[in-house]
């Protein structure tokens, strides 16, 4: 496939970047803003007929209709928002115990409860350590359209691989806006394989277990040495203009758009300030961030919730000599403007 | 000064839990301290059922514990979940007539017992083995035995309305206060599920019955529509009984096997008489 | 040799842990023995409920995947979406198929999805301690309805709902463990029309739970016979 520059909405990117990825099968329910990844599905699902798709009675169907197709080895994948990224906290956490590849890729929207059906960074807790389990859950954020597009299709080949659930976290204004991307071929997704196999002995899989030293040594600490083991293969962060940087802004998803922008301002007017951007919330990129958190004076941490991503940073470098402002917006975006202009209050 | 971490441990059904809330109720009434935790697994009667009790003259914190004083097991399988609550200073008191001595952890240094499966069976009713152990107890941690009788009475009252129920359960109750518990030598523990398959051949029909799945349910005894199955000695998978079947009044209808919930028997007429039959027929 | 148990059960772990006298064994057994006469253990995979059904999460010589309470239904329809040509079958309680798990089974049978679900119907939650289900009968005493059931709200006539909603295509029947061989022959016609038909089937089976309603052999059958006077057993849709 050679690479080709379309004007597309973030919906359409994912749906192009599950393709890419291997997707073959996907379940979902209408609910705004990822109804057009549902949509958009079914639309090359006409002209294709290798993939499947059904739009089920609500999310928790659609979320336990992909674990059944992954069991048989099909790439299935769901999309949902808001409310319907709760009922998903049910399958997510059978993959979660079970090491299914669960795919769901996550708009997020202003909560709790039905709030707004535009933005918000507010599902990064829900995401990452929602369910009834510790958090071994991949979450990427991506902040741009095309990134939207490449982290959807690697989603699959993390989830494969790693068999751990593998969310990937946009929002309303992702989703929504159509810009300029570049769809290329990217690497050769990793190949999915029955889980429930055709042929030979057969397997039982099973969640439930008799007493907790059970649980403990047959399941949650192999599942907790992957992860441990898996991490750092996972974990990816950018950094924009830190090199000399005095204050460190951290932000993710498209809010950390807006920041590199707030950091050009301040670069423009004297200010030395750069911007790490973890792009997986979780695994958390704490390495990098650790280094450079130790040659800055002052982190803000900005995003449009009450402290979710804040509460990640600050579990990961606790002990940082920077001091540490916290700049939140629940479920409203920021201007570069707005950074700056928030910064400067904070001085 | 009284100061118990005890753990009671055998299979689902007889009666774990019971044993625990009474002795505990019993001490709570009396004003000592103390703390009653269930453990049990997923499965209602399938999983050992482990109960955990502290008892104090002071006040607890916690309900669970590393090592216990007391250890009292009923079953042989409930032994592999408490292994880990026994160190050289717990007592193990166990029903010598279902446990092996050897199966029990050699790092100990005092072990009672008494066969309380076989004398339930045999001098009261099966489910009395948690009476006999309620008493057991009582009598080694020294609590008052009417304070403890009375708490039987409390929490199994509605099952007293019974006078006979009520009258073997007291004589159950003081038996075994008065049980001389074995600490040197242990009677064998043939009180046991039967390992082998009975096997039955006659009347031109043969029969399999696995005492190892049986679970004495009693359903195949209830569909025999000619009654030639009835309990017998042999025991099966909880120690209870098992059925053997009389192939003279059998007529290899297949309901045992069908309505068998555990594939423990099944019945079925011999190859030869029937193609014989067949010949015959024709 | 005689035969005690299906060739497609799974004799390591037998003894099972279901309770003594439990109606899932007699339902597990009827389905063993559908599966050995149509010989399809190799291709089928099983799905199982959270409830007394976890139990059976290693109990037949097939694929068998426990899932989440009210969530098996889901999870064979996409199971069956990726593998069209294997037998998905949803095994569950009344919990799992009329309450928290009503919804799917609804949605199954609108849809006329392919799969065949087995419900087991003992009037209570069984696991849990035996709490009043939808299919718990009006009056009787429960530790959720101490007074008993109320008029309104029990009694669930779960197959008679299915059968309203369903395709003409589809097989729906309530039989009983009182019945096994007839049970066995209703399987027998689910997995069928699943495999001719590619139509939705699903039995109901009356069954017993000794522990929870406290009887013994005799009275849980005593009381299966009065089950069956309040929910009528036969065929609700499909061929006879």
Redesign the interface.
Known sequence: MKSSYKFITGAEAAVLGALEGGA??M?GYPITPSTEILQGWIEKAQCNKQL?Y?Q???E??A????????????K?FTATAGPGTILMQ??M??AENMRLPFVAIVMQRGGPSTGTVNFSQQEVFLTAFGGNGDGLRVVYSPSTVEEVYLYCAKAFSTAWKYRFPTVVLGDGHLSKMTTGVKISKLIKPFASN?I????GE??????????EDEFYNDRLKKNITDWDNAKSKISISEQYETYDAKELIIAHGSVAQNAKEAVDIFRASGRKVGLFRPVTLNPFDSERLKKIANTVKKIYIVESSLNQLSHIVKYEIYDAKAQMVEISKPAVGFSSNEICKLIMESD | MKNFRIVISGEGGQGIQTIAKIISNACFRTGLFCSFLP?F???QRG?PSVAFLTISDQKLLQPTFDIADIVMVLSERALK?VVKYINPNTTIIFDSSTIAKESLPKNTFKYNAAPMAEYASQKFTPKAINIIATAVLTRKINLNDQNVWAEVQNTLGAKFKDKEIFRINKEAFEFGLYLILETEKFTKPTFQTKHKILYFKGHGKSAEIVPERCKGCGICILKCPVAALKFSQDLGFYSLSVPHVDLEKCIACGNCKNYCPDGAIAVEKDKIISDFLKQEQK | MVQTMPKSWNKETKPHMFCPGCGHGIVLKQLGFAIDKLNI??NT?L?ID?GCS?LA??F?????????HG?TT??????????PK?IAIAYMGDGGGYAIGL??LL?AAFRNDPITVILVNNGNYGMTGGQEAPTTMPGDVTPTSPEGAPEFGSGFKGPELVASIAHEKAFIVRATVSKPLVLNSMIDKAIENQIKNNSFSFIEVLSICPTNWKMNAKQCFEKIDVMEKFFPTGILKGER
């Open positions: 073959e099968i379940y499947k059904l089920t009675e609500d928790t169907t979320g336990f209709a992909v674990i059944g197709s992954l069991l048989a080895g099909a299935a049910d399958p956490s059978m029955p429930l196999p055709d042929s057969p397997v039982y899989l099973r969640n439930c277990f008799s007493s | 453990s697994g997923v499965e999983t979940p | 253990a190799s995979t799905g959270i976890l999460w290693n037949l010589n097939i694929n068998t995947v426990q899932t989440h969530r889901a999870t064979m329809i996409g199971y069956k979406t990726a593998k294997r919804q799917s949605y």
